[in-house]
Structure formats: structure tokens, C-alpha cells
């Protein structure tokens, strides 16, 4: 563990502001969304919110599960909100997105774990915003092949679910997640023909050889994006940090990845799993392709 909270330079953020980051803001609060970037204390939102972009989060803004990597609230949702797809629409529309994130809080307390809203959601989206691509970032649905077809068979672009960190680490970081059942999940939707990404964090407590191993078994199951990122401690009651990841030792596992095989990988300390997601959909020419449910 680090013996100082004091932030190295390169993890300087740039802060919020500007008439595009106020327009962002507006925009979601008149829709009463929950973002991703809020909950989770992002350190790209001013930057991301200053370009127009927000990762949507649904299905409410508080989680069934008590990750300890984690800022967003656990405890008990609220009843679902029938109303949010076509907000979430409506707003993408609004900020005029060529390609959007979207994720959602887990909801072990729903029997189909969201799925239904899940659909609904890219449904409506795709509908206000038929040229808009959509990376949906989901939980696992507790490994019910079901429910994650339901998702993907409202056709996303890009399923995108996060790992975070090495499998030594899964049950005191992750709780009740299991590092099989995220393969599972990246495994299931690259066997049904979709582009797949995850995400993982560094600075956690992780060893070298450990990760080593991660970025293996990922590119041994054919992701296609990876995002690498210093892992932040949202307070004193989350998993503290272990170290601060100085920006060389992102650029090898860099390096690492894409030798392994993957196709992208961002690698940074600033890095989330949602940065510069657009700029990956022009790399992987998904921006105007129509997706199989409008072909």
C-alpha cells in the first residue's frame, strides 16, 4: 500500500468546464439520467462532458453488489423506472452522439438481472439514433445465457464487460463476481459474432506475472479492445491503493497486449473503460454501418 494519497503528476484530470461541458450536464439532468461518470467519480468527466459524451448508466444508480474497487452506491434499488429508455433516447439524441457507452448498476435483485430494460434501452436508442453506435457495458447476469441473449439480441455494437483485475484478486475486489463467468460473458458474445472489450485496472495489489497471465487469457479468447488504467480508491473504506503505475509501465503491458494478439488497447493512468470509445467504433469502421437488426 502506498504511504501517501498525494497523486503523482501524470494523474492530473482536466477539470470541468467550458459552455460543452455545461451543455452535457443540462442535458442530463433534465432527463434525470444516471452517468457512470458521476457514480463511479471519473477523472476523464471533465474532459469527456467538455466533448459532448457521457457514459449512460441505467437500470438506477444504486448496485445489488459491494465491489471494494467501487464508488457506485450498493444497498437496495428502487423499483424500475419504465420511462428511462426513451430518456436515455432522447438524450442521446440530443448530444448528437456518433457512438455512445452505456452501463448499468447490477440488479441481482431482478430476476432476469435487467435484461428486458437492457433491450428496451438499445431498442429505443437505436431507433431515435439509427446511425448511433452502442457499446452496452453489463453485468454478468450471474451467468444466465438467457438473460445475455436477450441483450445481444437487440444487437449492440460492441459488448464491453470489464474483468478489472487479476483472478487472484476477484473474490475480496469483485465480491461476487467470478473471473470464469466474465470469460463466459466475452466468450458468448464473441461466439455470436460480436466485437468484445474489456477493461482492467493496475495499481491494486496485482503482481507482474499475474498480469501477465490476465492479458494472456484475454487475448486467448479474442478480445478485441482492452483498456488498462491506475486503479483509484473512491475513499478510505474501498480497497486502498496498492501503488501508483507510472505511465512506462502502462505503455509495455501496451506493448504486451497487442503482441498477445489483441487488436486495441488504451493503456494509462487516466484510462476507463469508456474513453475514447468513439475514436475505437472509426478504428473497428463501425460508424455507419447498419447493425444486423436493420439489415
Known amino acids: 500500500m502506498i504511504e501517501s494519497a498525494r497523486k503523482p503528476d501524470w494523474l492530473r484530470a482536466k477539470l470541468p468546464t467550458g459552455p460543452d461541458f455545461l451543455e452535457t450536464k443540462k442535458n442530463v439532468d433534465e432527463h434525470r439520467l444516471h452517468t457512470v461518470c458521476q457514480s463511479a467519480q471519473c477523472p476523464n468527466m471533465g474532459e469527456c462532458w467538455s466533448q459532448g459524451n457521457a457514459t ?36 442521446i439524441s440530443k448530444m448528437r452522439l456518433r457512438h455512445v457507452v452505456i452501463t448499468s448498476v447490477a440488479r441481482d435483485d431482478l430476476k432476469d438481472g435487467g435484461a428486458a430494460v437492457w433491450a428496451a434501452t438499445i431498442r429505443a436508442t437505436r431507433h431515435r439514433n439509427p446511425t448511433t453506435t452502442i457499446e452496452v457495458l453489463p453485468a454478468d447476469f450471474r451467468g444466465e445465457q438467457e438473460h445475455l441473449d436477450t441483450l445481444l439480441d437487440a444487437y449492440p455494437d460492441i459488448l464491453n464487460h470489464n474483468l478489472e483485475t487479476v483472478e487472484r484478486l476477484q473474490r475480496p475486489v469483485r465480491k461476487t463476481a467470478r473471473y470464469d463467468r466474465s470469460f463466459w460473458v466475452l466468450k458468448h458474445a464473441k461466439s455470436r459474432g460480436f466485437i468484445t472489450k474489456t477493461g482492467i485496472m493496475l495499481g491494486i495489489g496485482e ?43 502502462f505503455a509495455r503491458w501496451k506493448a504486451f497486449a497487442l503482441e498477445a494478439g489483441v487488436k486495441h488497447v488504451e493503456s494509462g493512468p487516466l484510462v476507463r473503460s469508456s474513453y475514447r470509445a468513439d475514436e475505437q467504433a472509426v478504428k473497428f469502421d463501425l460508424l455507419g454501418r447498419r447493425p444486423k437488426s436493420l439489415s
Not at 220 to 242: F, R, W
Open 56 to 91: 449512460v448508466m441505467i437500470l438506477g444508480n444504486v448496485c445489488t453488489r459491494s465491489c471494494t474497487f467501487c464508488a457506485v452506491q450498493s444497498g437496495r434499488p428502487s423499483e424500475l423506472d419504465l420511462g428511462e429508455p426513451a430518456r436515455v433516447a432522447d438524450s
Open 207 to 249: 503482481q507482474q506475472d499475474e498480469v501477465a497471465q490476465l492479458l494472456k487469457d484475454i487475448a486467448a479468447a479474442q478480445v478485441d479492445i482492452l483498456t488498462i488504467g491506475q486503479y483509484l480508491a473512491p475513499s478510505k473504506e474501498h480497497t486502498p491503493i496498492d501503488r501508483w503505475v507510472h505511465p512506462d509501465e
